[in-house]
């Protein structure tokens, strides 16, 4: 298996625009996480998704943030506006039981 | 899920043991210990996880205290790959949210 495959790698965009990140969780895996990473702030989990169904979105820091799971086999998180401050690194994350594999991550810099 | 506490940094020799120290004095009966760690600018590993009994697979193993206050996690034989932060996380059963700290940066020296 690929693991978890996460797209773009690396995102550089000017403030105000619309960002939109791509993630495939392993096959078979039924549930979905989605990570932010900052120095300040740690990683942070934002959003997760079981059997394609968002469970807790207590983490999304503002209505500029949604994210989406249409199939078991692929999530989004799109950011509309960006603003300088959503600069991180950006994991998704998959599970079937109790341990969760993660992507490479989307390196996300707003300017 | 309870707090859990965890030096900032440690180092250790190559090919000597690793032990990773983590306080959690408030964990309640159903919550578990998980072990995850993040290789610089990669995502999280999954490392092991357990409850009260001591656990080992091919990566580490894990040490819980009989009153499950403190836990830690050996690394047997370390090597420079092992350099990464190491995060000690208290886990309801049955929850999936994993609520990540500051971690402990493990460096491995030759």
């Known amino acids: 298996d690929a693991g978890v495959i996460q797209s773009p790698r690396h995102e550089v965009t000017e403030m105000g625009q619309e960002v939109t990140l791509r993630c495939k969780p392993i096959s078979g895996h039924n549930s979905l996480f989605w990570y932010r990473q900052t120095m300040m702030r740690g990683l942070e989990l934002l959003i997760y998704f079981n059997n394609n169904v968002p469970i807790d979105d207590s983490g999304m820091p503002e209505d500029r943030f949604s994210a989406k799971m249409p199939n078991a086999s692929f999530s989004t998180l799109k950011i509309q506006p960006s603003e300088p401050r959503d600069s991180a690194v950006y994991f998704c994350a998959s599970s079937l039981r109790y341990e969760q594999y993660f992507g490479p991550g989307t390196r996300l810099t707003v300017t | 899920d309870a707090k859990t506490t965890q030096p900032p940094s440690m180092d250790c020799a190559e090919g000597r043991a690793a032990n990773l120290p983590c306080n959690h004095s408030?964990?309640?009966?159903?919550?578990?210990v998980y072990w995850y760690r993040q290789i610089h600018s990669q995502g999280p590993q999954y490392i092991i996880h357990?409850?009260?009994n001591n656990e080992t697979n091919e990566m580490a193993s894990l040490i819980i205290t009989e009153d499950r206050k403190s836990s830690t996690l050996i690394l047997p034989h370390a090597t420079l790959r092992d350099t990464a932060v190491y995060y000690c996380?208290?886990?309801?059963?049955?929850?999936?949210?994993?609520?990540f700290g500051k971690g402990t940066k493990l460096t491995v020296n030759p």
């Open positions: 996380i208290a886990l309801q059963g049955g929850s999936e949210k994993l609520v």
């Open positions: 408030t964990i309640s009966g159903n919550e578990y």
């Open positions: 357990g409850l009260k």
